[in-house]
């Protein structure tokens, strides 16, 4: 079975520093992309960036540049998204997904559980 | 930047009505264009693909159709279980770039 298994929620102060993950199993993990989605609470979907595991060529939404880091490890078949010094806007649940085939925009057929991040003083 | 509309934002609708939520863009997007359906705490699930191919074991009842800037995305019979939001979604290569419309929230009365 294809699937994408995502990290448990997770409560963090702001300020701190967080790294999720998104473990794929069942299909080739190099050869695919892994994108992250954003859901605020009671609100809609934002792609945030994609990364292919085979080379970590990363794109990003602009709005999310420079705001996060998208990275992979290739062994552990995970891929990773981090924050160096968190906020109260980031509280969010995040998604990972994977493109439907080997191309970077095709639609997004696979789906992690969700993370949620909770950032709270 | 490719701006997606997304209407109604929501609807009420009896069991067996026929269902209709339209997507717009602000330019051409040709059949670049997707649908998912998002249950309330669960991960959206991919529909329909490239405007209306229809995912494997999605049901009939789904449909969508459309192409350049105008799609819609159909529930021929709703059902209890279609209680959720739906989303479209294009996506653009220049800049890569993916975006999803504002969702519709679709209930049974």
């Known amino acids: 079975e294809v699937q994408l298994v995502q990290s448990g929620a997770e409560v963090r102060k702001p300020g701190e520093s967080l790294k999720i993950s998104c473990q794929g199993s069942?299909?080739?993990?190099?050869?695919?992309?892994i994108a992250w989605v954003r859901q605020m609470p009671g609100k809609g979907l934002e792609w945030m960036g994609i990364i292919y595991p085979s080379d970590s060529d990363t794109r990003y939404n602009p709005s999310f540049e420079g705001q996060v880091t998208l990275s992979v490890d290739k062994s552990l078949r995970t891929a990773y998204l981090q924050w160096s010094s968190l906020k109260a806007s980031d509280s969010a649940i995040y998604y990972c997904?994977?493109?439907?085939?080997?191309?970077?925009?095709?639609?997004?057929?696979?789906w992690g559980q969700g993370t949620s991040v909770t950032v709270s003083s | 930047d490719i701006q997606m509309t997304q209407s109604p934002s929501s609807l009420s609708a009896s069991v067996g009505d026929r269902v209709t939520i339209t997507c717009q863009a602000n330019q051409d997007i040709r059949n670049y264009l997707n649908w998912y359906q998002q249950k309330p705490g669960k991960a959206p699930k991919l529909l329909i693909s490239e405007a209306s191919n229809l995912e494997t074991g999605v049901p009939s009842r789904f449909s969508g159709s459309g192409s350049g800037t105008d799609f819609t995305f159909t529930i021929s019979s709703l059902q209890p279980e279609d209680v959720a939001t739906y989303y479209c979604q294009q996506f653009d290569y220049v800049p890569p770039r993916i975006t999803f419309g504002p969702g519709t929230k679709v209930d049974v009365k």
């Open positions: 997904a994977r493109p439907a085939l080997s191309d970077l925009l095709a639609a997004l057929d696979i």
């Open positions: 069942g299909y080739s993990f190099s050869s695919y992309w």
